[in-house]
């Protein structure tokens, strides 16, 4: 009965999505939740959600302001050695993350696929490239990104149970592994819920924000700025000092790509797409700049060096006695990241096991809850598995060092797309100029660490990248598919429990 009430849908829909212009070759079948009306035929209606304008602007706020401002300021000071270069290089990552989220917005409106960088590769340079994305991204900068950020939200999260003394590692640990399972569960439970708790948790960071701000204004407004005075004095400059405070700060600005992971379900992509990128970046880099001179106005260079928690310190010297409004509200910030970053990765997983470059099982979608429940979940497992080990600082530099080749390769994408497929439609068109100082500012961010300070991570990361190639070869190329045939037993049992089906078999 269910399959006919499919096919009926299917049948029923069809006139509509002829109408539509869908800049893709792929089958019209369902890619998640994004209609305003559910098939009649799907159960559970009321978990059926759009993501527009404001959800998408909290998308990108609550994704990009959660642990980097909070974590990064510490290493992006300590680089550069200066208060001037250091604002300056805020200021500097805010603008890149605007000029690639506009060439992201190009591409998202003429290609619109969830997925991120993967449908833009596969469409530009073909299968290759996009398989390495996704093998790299799914497991290596993804998980790694959210295991950062959790941990990040576990050390401030416990921090005032022990005052003038770091929490244990295993506290810090059991805390974040927590936080990936209940926002693991969330986003497969429900894309509205996730969503509504996305925007609960970027209103709560913006108080935080706000409060750091305005304190940091009132502070300068009654003399407080000894601290800017000869700012550039003692300043570190190189090629290399600059490039690893550049991670450091572009790592804070990190999800300013998001909304293109969920493409096919924001309502009115041509629309609400650019104008959340073009209000939330900017909005995002203004709030940067003020909090770091909030920082500044506060502690010395050396102080804000040897501060534990940057906020913390600076709540504990403003705000005494409500200072614990600070970890409060930090901890909120960087779950409400983390959601964010569930939210969108999820995504990656799902069509990457639609496309046949991941096990079958991750492109399945539940049949109650219309999320890829699967997908989010191995999202979530990879993650666990990167904080048993994990060190904040080095998955930074791991993590910058392998997004950015492929942030760089994906504005190539553009460009090519340009010359050779002149047959899509562009609702945006952005100056050529834009992509080409992305390109030559992302081989200089993978190159110029190499170059100077060479270490034996990069080289990790390069060949684990190109080991991609030999699973491609062996698993998609010639299609040996006994990962499939073992995964058999496990996709039965998800099937039971979670009540999820092949993407092909639920319409849009």
Known sequence: MREDSLRKRKGEDKGREDGRSIQSHEPQTTNLQKQAKPPPALPNVSFYFQVGLISGICMIVGTIIGSGIFVSPKSVLGNVGAVGPCLIIWAACGILATLGALCFAELGTMITKSGGEYPYLMEAFGPIPAFLFSWTSLLVTKPSSFAIICLSFAEYASAPFYPGC??????????????????????????????????????????????????????????????????????????????????????????WNQLNYITEELKNPYRNLPLSIIIGIPLVTVCYVLINISYFTVMTSTELLQSQAVAVTFGDRVLYPASWIVPLFVAFSTIGSANGTCFTAGRLVYVAGREGHMLKVLSYISIKRLTPAPAIIFYGAI??????????????????????????????????????????????????????????????????????????????????????????????????????????????????????????????
């Open 166 to 255: 770091d929490p244990p590692q295993v506290v810090i640990k059991c805390l974040a592994a927590a936080a990936i399972v209940v926002i693991t569960i969330v986003n497969s439970l429900s894309v509205k819920l996730g969503s509504y708790l996305q925007n609960f948790l970027t209103a709560a960071k913006m108080i935080i924000v706000t409060i750091i701000i305005v304190s940091g204004i009132v502070l300068l407004a009654q003399g407080k700025n000894e601290n800017f005075k000869d700012s550039f004095k003692d300043s570190t400059i190189s090629v290399s000092s600059i490039s690893l405070a550049f991670y450091n700060g572009l790592w804070a600005y990190d999800g």
């Open 383 to 508: 993650a666990i598995i990167y904080i048993i080990p994990g060190d904040i600082n080095t998955l930074i530099n791991y993590f910058s060092f392998a997004v950015w080749i492929f942030y760089g390769l994906t504005v190539l994408a553009l460009i090519v797309m340009r010359f050779t497929r002149k047959e899509l439609k562009r609702p945006i068109r952005i100056p050529i100029i834009i992509p080409v100082i992305v390109i030559l500012v992302s081989i200089l961010l993978v190159l110029a660490p190499i170059i100077t300070a060479p270490e034996l991570a990069y080289l990790y990361c390069v060949l684990f990248i190109l080991s991609g190639l030999i699973v491609y070869v062996l698993f998609v190329h010639f299609k040996f598919n006994w990962p499939q045939k073992i995964s058999k037993p496990i996709t039965m049992h998800l099937q039971m429990l979670l009540e999820v089906v092949p993407a092909e078999e639920v319409t849009e």
